[in-house]
């Protein structure tokens, strides 16, 4: 866990520290408390518990700081037995210190390292002179004690400064004493998904507070004889516990399959010896050899020698294999701070495939280990499963709102039925009995799994799609996305390119384009299209980027990999030194007329594409006696300053503008001898800094990046629907608007703002500039593009009407650092986001979701991780079922998925709105039916409770959830919050009807010639059949189809009821049973629910009109509600702002016309430090 040094000294009272832990792209805090055991505190509570028969252990399951609290006196933390952690979302955990003794051989060993101040930090010395380790365990990782911080730490704290140059001091390998101390702290290599006993599972699951709920309804209904109810609620409950327990323990197995790795490892001791270990035993800086044809990986290691293809399908979703080379050594790179995120080129990552290993040298190919168990990338992915972070969704805070209300009238129930009761003189333990069953009726204890009943089908109709989700709560979030943002490569366009030529450019000017480069003469152009690329063989098939794929074909070479002695010795006497690679132009017979090239080249070396650097370059050797050269490749703008600028064409600014203007993908090409004349070892060591340096244009390779068929329409259907779209893209901005207007995220007729932010320098503030897009503007300067980025500038003020900002990442982080007060415009309004970095993309999504849009991301598993797993609804396009990348991951190699996803989110969401409002008006109908019966000394029988419980509400709750989502997505989202005007006046004024029809019924009732009152001394049940009860049995019954009905609307959102084809067939015959128990009830069925014989057609048929009144009534009610009804109660409380930023700020610019202010320079605050001390 990472303190700021500033509280590390810091001792709080009673062990209270406030730790900061970093995550990915965020920074989370986490309140760590200790306390210790008290023994007469503990024996306290045993002997209350068993006074009270156990109560105490149901309060401190539901809430274990309480039993923590109870037994425990707070201390300080290096003291502690136990630890409060609450972490950053607000949710309490306890966890138990663990105290280990550790041998002082152990110790030293661990000494024996560098940093052995903090090994020893981690270990205290008790008065009997041994030495103790103090840890716990918190969701997978371990955090030990160190005394210097004065708090628990991640283990990983120990290694989290090694800079490469450490790395590369660990490729001797640990000792075996040194590796066994170390994994006394460490811990064992393991992912460990805990997988419950069946024993275990059950006892949590009926200490859930819904099945404690259960068990006291079902003890009630015994002591009120309602045997059969009881016994099949107990029945239901019984399978359902079972089927939860079945599925737990199958998904804690299945993932604990996927997540634990055993394999059999080879590691080299400081000795110089090979031992073959566990991977269990693998410790950070164990030295791994991998054997040539490869490994799945169990830790993460960074790469020293050799190079790796490796599949992280596993983890990213990325299907296409990625080329690993060595960590940057040399006195520049020795001093970088080892990052993964930073290094992952270089990072080999648990979970994943080696498919092939090949040495460059004598020593094979070896990685040290930097990280294990839940610390390593597929710790990540396995813990974002088990722990995920919790979804602060209103409609769930409402609906715990709603049921604590529902409480509320149950007592206020309970209340009057005691009172009418007692004045009906009943006894007493009748009276407690059925005053309590009250709140059995109020709440109900099935609505918990009703509500999640929508969920359940949409998730299995993604599935159906190709798409899969691992956290469904997420699919109701998905209903109310506002805002949807974009990768393009792979996403919006097609993943593979195709090359539209090359343009051959020196300092005096760009040549015309060439559309076949396999036309051109030997030259640098040719050996970098060759040569600079990180494809490799597999099986004699290339695999690799499919840039580069395309880029090798494009010019006909055909690669050689040397295996074998006799093959790596010709390679070597061929180049005058040894080659990863052998480049090898096309035979005679397919070479180009006029072109005759005989002359292969060697790579020696790759500095992989980094997308920070948006850049990779290769050393090339040419045969025996030639130069070492190398190539480099990547974006325009950056080649160009790594580039002698005598050596850019001075029209480089109108030659770039031409290409992306047309929405190409261009790369910038460059080349320089490597002057002196090294050996492999030597340009082994060789910085890429000054690799990458003084190099010499050679021009642009054109791709052309066509658009996936299906972008347009579904960028015009969310955008019809409202639903605001953004594109963030690592590409040129000017190729990222060519796209963006030709899919219609900017429209042909709305205007396109540059926003262009320029950090401070020596002697001026940070600058900001909104430029207006124009057609046909001149070029500027090419130096000021290359510094600053492609523009347009215009003079002309913005017209009336919609316009968009479009900016690149270093405006992006120019206008976060120095224009914050600006921010929240630019995120407003910004549709274009180019040139954007891994960690700017999630800092994007953040700054979305601060303005209360809620967010969702398209893109690919593996530059796009942060922000997929940042935004709300994160959609990642790839083969995998789960990844590491996003809840959401899409088999649909395009952006099809996310109207579908949307379309069912709503659904999702409109189905649980609907299940809640019907579950709580039909404890309502139940709640005012039971109130009307005790006043009359009598109530619903045993089978009758039955009937409307399990055949007409459970098949309701099951079955409505199926309809499917409607096939268009509307401009209208539906509602997130139960706590608003048109939901609780729906309840509320539905809730009325039902009395008044109750009521009605009643009156109707007592006023027939035939009615025969109820005899005021003999007590329910002896009182049943009785005619107020049929007719209230009868009456109601219809009220809950009614209610199931008129709650199953199905435009905009969901599907037409009657395309539920079993629901409705459920609902029309629920309908028929009770047309016929109301009107010709057979003798066992009138017998079996206590239904009174009525002698008159009439009043049965003046019941049906009055059920049918009451569908009418309803309808009406509740379609007038859905037009605007209850909005003039909101005209009566006055216009409010809304309580969403964006919303605010929307509200804000519509009053501004002159904002943005073009063309004017608006320069940063200075910031002025006090010094308070």
Known sequence: MLLPEQQSQQQPCYGTLQQQQKKKNTETCMDVCGYQRVLWRVVLCHLFTLLTIGLPLILFHWRP?????????????????????????????????????????????????????????????????????????????????????????????????WTCGDIYRRRTGLSRQNQSAKQVVYGPNLIDVPVKSYLRLFIDEVLNPFYIFQIFSITLWMFDNYYYYAVC????????????????????????????????VTVLRSSGIMESVSSLDLVPGDCLLVPADGLLLPCDAALLAGECMVNEGMLTGESVPVMKTPLPSGSHAAGMQYSPEEHKRHTLFCGTQVIQARSLGNDGVIAVVTRTGFYTAKGDLISSILYP?????????????????????????????????????????????????????????????????????????????????????????????????????????????????????????????????????????LRVLACCHSVTLLNERLIGDPLDLKMIHSTGWVLEEPEGEEAVARAEQEFGMKVVGVMRPPVVEQQPYGISLEEPLGIVRRFPFSSSLQRMSVLVKRPAG????????????????????????????????????????????AYKTVKTQSSFEELQELERESVESGMVFLGFLVMRNLLKPETRPVISTLRNANIRTVM??????????????????????????????????????????????????????????????????????????????????????????????????????????????????????????????????????????????AADAGISLSEAEASIASPFTSKIDNIECVPLIIREGRCSLVTSFGLFKYMALYSLIQFVSVLILYSLNTNLGDLQFLFFDLVITTSVAILMGKTGPAKELCAQRPQGSLINIS???????????????????LIITQTQDWFVPLNSTVMFPENLPNYENTGIFCVTGFQYLIVAIILSKGYPFRKPLYTNVLYLVVLCL????????????????RKLLHLKVVPEMNYKLLLLALSGLNFISALLLETAIDHGMLKCLRRLRGERQSKKIHKRLEVSLSQQPSWPPLDQVIQAKPCTAIDCS
């Open 626 to 669: 030639g130069a070492v050269e190398a190539y480099l490749k990547g974006s325009p703008e950056m080649v160009a300053s790594l580039c002698k600028k005598e050596t850019v064409p001075a029209n480089f600014t109108a030659t770039l503008k031409e290409f992306t203007g047309d929405g190409f993908r261009v790369l910038g090409l």
């Open 1070 to 1085: 629920l309908s028929a049973v009770m047309g016929w128990l109301t009107l010709y009830p057979v003798g066992f069925m």
């Open 389 to 525: 972070k919790p979804i602060s969704f209103k409609f769930y805070r409402d609906s715990m709102k709603f049921v604590g209300f529902l409480g509320i009238l149950a007592g206020i129930g309970t209340i009057y039925s005691l009172v009418t009761l007692y004045r009906n003189k009943a006894p007493w333990n009748w009276i407690i009995i059925h005053a309590l069953d009250l709140i059995t009726i109020v709440v109900p204890p099935a609505l918990p799994a009703a509500m999640t009943a929508g969920t359940i089908y949409s998730q299995n109709r993604l599935k159906k799609h190709g798409v899969f989700c691992i956290s469904p709560p997420r699919i109701n979030v998905c209903g109310k996305i506002k805002l949807f943002c974009f990768d393009k490569t792979g996403t919006l366009t097609e993943e593979g390119l195709d090359v539209w030529g090359v343009v051959p450019g020196t300092g005096e000017g760009f040549e015309a384009l060439l559309p076949e480069p396999r036309k051109l003469p030997q030259s640098p152009v």
């Open 65 to 161: 700081k309480l039993g923590v609290q109870a037994k425990c006196r707070p201390c300080p933390l290096y003291q502690a037995d136990c630890i409060i952690i609450r972490d950053s979302y607000g949710q309490v955990f306890t966890v138990d210190v663990v105290t280990e003794e550790v041998d002082e051989g152990s110790l030293e060993q661990l000494g024996a390292e560098s940093e052995e101040d903090d090994w020893r930090d981690t270990v205290q010395l008790h008065k009997e002179e041994k030495r103790f380790l103090r840890y716990y365990v918190f969701e997978g990782l371990r955090y030990i004690w160190m005394a210097k911080k004065g708090a628990f730490c991640k283990v990983s704290k120990l290694d989290e400064n």
């Open 233 to 264: 609620i107990l029945f239901i409950s019984a399978v359902s516990i079972a089927l939860s327990l079945y599925e737990t323990r199958k998904q804690s197995t299945t993932l604990r399959n996927m997540a634990q790795m055993k394999i059999g």
């Open 728 to 869: 963030v893209t690592g590409d040129n901005i000017l190729t990222a608007v060519n796209v963006a207007r030709n899919c219609g995220m900017v429209a042909p007729r709305e205007r396109l703002i540059f926003v262009h932010g320029s950090p401070p320098s020596h002697h001026s503030p940070a600058t900001l500039k909104f430029l207006l897009a124009e057609s046909g503007a001149g070029g500027q300067d090419s130096t000021e593009i290359i510094t600053q980025g492609l523009y347009q500038q215009g003079s002309r003020f913005l017209d009336q009407g919609p316009y968009h900002l479009a900016l690149n990442g270093k405006s992006f982080a120019a206008v976060c650092e120095h224009f914050p007060d600006i921010l929240p415009q630019i995120l407003l309004k910004g549709t274009i986001f180019a040139r954007m970095a891994p960690d700017q993309k999630t800092q994007l999504v953040q700054g979305l979701q601060e303005i209360n849009y809620c967010v969702g991301m398209c893109g690919d598993g593996a530059n796009d991780c942060g922000a997929l797993k």
């Open 983 to 1001: 939901v609780l006046g729906s309840l509320l004024l539905q809730t009325c009807l039902s009395v008044i029809i109750q009521i009605s019924t």
